[in-house]
């Protein structure tokens, strides 16, 4: 056991006794391989959040009785971690990340933390793990931290203890060689969300609920689904587990935050970055049959889904009721490339980091 201070907040740190080889870098998958620790933390009513440390990574005791594993009270966030040319170690708005859980836990009847707690224990858990970080160009580590209910209660009702974990994983360039095109299937059966749910919110139900359409996708050759509003099937609103962006006649549209929506990050921020260019981006309804029109008429000039994983990825092809429509000949529009490239170059300190979103460990 060794102390480390760090800020305000003080983390015992419990090293592995069985530190593993690290990952080849050249084939890293997403979200398959754990570093050496963990962060674990508690919760009860009557102490707060306590007992916070790092611990080897490794399973988790829980009662099977415990809440989450019935009714999926449950929250997780994700973003990464880069290491620079010069070997600075760089988060991207972490903060972000931080302002969100407390988003979730409203909605989900879960603790409140406070986000300069939850962003030192993420960078405390991530020094520790440090030599993890891939260095390769397009590589990073991606972090997820989740809260589970642990009440060992078959009730329902909100459970009253909790535990706060944060893993991490060595993770690859979404693109092999590069930004790519991809097709997305036009989902009008299932939905994601509606108003009132739980969209806005980063559950793991959400997520258990999109899978249907998912495969149903994939077995049709797609790599992802572009929801539609869940009342009349007839609004974008995101694509898969990212926002999306429709650019039009010159003006970039995305959806606005209607509580059936994930306010993303990477969406926050391509909002700034078109702003800062003085592009026009309108933040406005539009229906799936406006889309197609616009393509009709020779306007739709790119389509792009933003997330934490893929950072910008263009969309090639639209399915929609099996009528197939090609965006920008199928090639990344010069929105999208900027963005990517930007926004990329911002997080791994290649470019200077004009709007302060950077935190340095
Ligand atoms: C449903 C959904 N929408 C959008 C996003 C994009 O959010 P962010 O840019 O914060 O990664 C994600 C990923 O976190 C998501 O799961």
Known sequence: MEGELIMEYSFPVTRTEHPKPKPNQENLVFGTVFTDHMFEMSYDADKGWYDGKIIPYGPIMLQPSSMVLHYGQEMFEGLKAYKTDDGR????????????????????????????????????????????????KGNSLYIRPFIIATDPYLGVRPSKTFKLYIILSPVGNYYKGGLQPTKIFVEDEYVRAVAGGTGAAKVGGNYAASLKAQVKAAEKGYTQVLWLDGVERKYVEEIGTSNAFFKINGEVITSPLTGSILPGITRDSV???????????????????????????????????????????????????????????????????????????????????????????
């Open 89 to 136: 170690i760089l988060l991207f708005r972490p903060e972000k990340n931080a302002e969100r859980t407390n988003l979730t836990n409203e909605r989900m009847c879960m603790p409140q933390i406070d986000p300069n707690l939850m962003i030192e224990a993420i960078k405390a858990v991530v020094r520790v793990d440090k030599d993890w970080i891939p260095d390769r």
């Open 271 to 361: 909002i700034h970055l078109l702003k800062h260019w003085g592009m026009k981006i309108t933040e406005k309804r539009i229906t799936i049959q406006e889309v197609y029109e616009a393509h009709a008429e020779g306007k739709l000039e790119e389509v792009f889904a933003t997330g934490t994983a893929a950072v910008i990825s263009p969309v090639g092809e639209l399915n929609w009721k099996n009528q197939i429509i090609s965006i920008n000949n199928n090639e990344i529009g010069v929105v999208s490339q900027r963005l990517y490239d930007t926004i990329t170059g911002i997080q791994t300190g290649r470019l200077d980091d004009i709007f302060g979103w950077t935190v340095e460990l």
